[in-house]
């Protein structure tokens, strides 16, 4: 079984500054990952994934993420911060092993930017 | 459509009536989510099928949910004798083969 943990509920950080939201994921096989972003009322929007390759993967709006093998984390980063980048940010992972097991989804984390 | 349609967007009923939610998927996506999120909260997966495969039902909260899709396509959520507890949105995502999912807008249930 796989599972997601976002250990911050809310991550509050200044206009231009970097920002980090952090994932930690368990999972028997191998580990497909992802961050989504979610705007007030809307659905959810895919950011960027690891599959396979580069540990640093380069998604939508500036945003990148690191891919850690051995302390199993996926932190989402950004080097300089907008306000609208507020929003609800979700990690995700899925078994790459099996395509059996559904996506198991974090608790999210609250990005806000202050001006 | 180019990406994962739900209908209808906003549903209010009455306690104890039963409703049915659409969700059709991108053409060719042979995994279909249904996820429920609460207000400002996580996802909490409900069900999945992939292709031809029995349907992952472990996430249905209890008997009076249930889904199913037509042809490998369309899906209905079904939930039966609704409570105020049920009231959130339902979310559906598609997927090609395991990588990224698509979400849709979603429908915001209320139950009054």
């Known amino acids: 079984a796989q599972s997601v943990a976002q250990p911050e509920d809310q991550v509050n950080v200044a206009e231009g500054n970097p920002l980090t939201v952090k994932c930690t994921y368990s999972?028997?096989?191998?580990?497909?990952l992802f961050w989504y972003v979610q705007y007030p009322n809307r659905g959810l929007q895919f950011l960027l994934k690891y599959i396979t390759g580069d540990n640093l993967v380069k998604g939508s709006y500036g945003f990148e993420a690191e891919f850690n093998k051995s302390q199993t984390s996926f932190h989402l980063k950004k080097p300089s911060a907008l306000v609208s980048d507020s929003a609800l940010y979700f990690c995700a992972v899925r078994d790459g092993d099996n395509y059996g097991q559904n996506f198991v989804f974090g608790p999210g984390t609250r990005l806000s930017v202050l001006p | 459509g180019a990406g994962v349609s739900q209908s209808p967007s906003n549903k209010v009923t009455e306690k104890g009536k039963d409703v049915e939610l659409r969700c059709d998927p991108i053409s060719g996506h042979t995994a279909l989510y249904w996820y429920r999120q609460s207000l400002g909260q996580g996802l909490e997966f409900l069900i999945y099928?992939?292709?031809?495969?029995?349907?992952?039902k472990s996430g249905l909260p209890s008997d009076r949910f249930s889904a199913e899709r037509t042809g490998g396509s369309v899906s209905t959520l079904t939930i039966q004798r609704t409570q105020q507890e049920d009231s959130a949105v339902y979310l559906c995502?598609?997927?090609?083969?395991?990588?990224?999912?698509?979400f849709g807008q979603g429908t915001r249930l209320t139950v009054v």
């Open positions: 999972v028997s096989g191998n580990p497909y």
């Open positions: 995502a598609s997927s090609p083969q395991g990588h990224k999912a698509f």
């Open positions: 099928f992939q292709g031809n495969s029995a349907p992952d």
